[in-house]
């Protein structure tokens, strides 16, 4: 699985984070940062983060 964030419409709100901590997060300025390729196991946060975004910004390959 590969995760793909489209950082031009991210506005880092952070809903993610919420829904997929071990795959996003902030660093120390807000801005988000995340793993583009997580373990498959985390699938279904992935998908929950995905999801939750406001701007849908979150894209999962494979």
């Not at 829904?19 to 120390?28: G, I, N, R, T």
């Amino acid at each position: 699985m590969k995760v793909v964030v489209d950082m031009n419409k991210c506005q880092d709100h952070g809903q993610c984070v919420f829904a997929a901590p071990d795959v996003f997060s902030m660093d120390d300025d807000g801005r988000l940062v995340y793993v583009s390729d997580p373990d498959d196991a985390l699938r279904d946060e992935v998908e929950e983060a995905a999801d939750v975004c406001p701007l849908q910004a979150i894209r999962i390959e494979g």
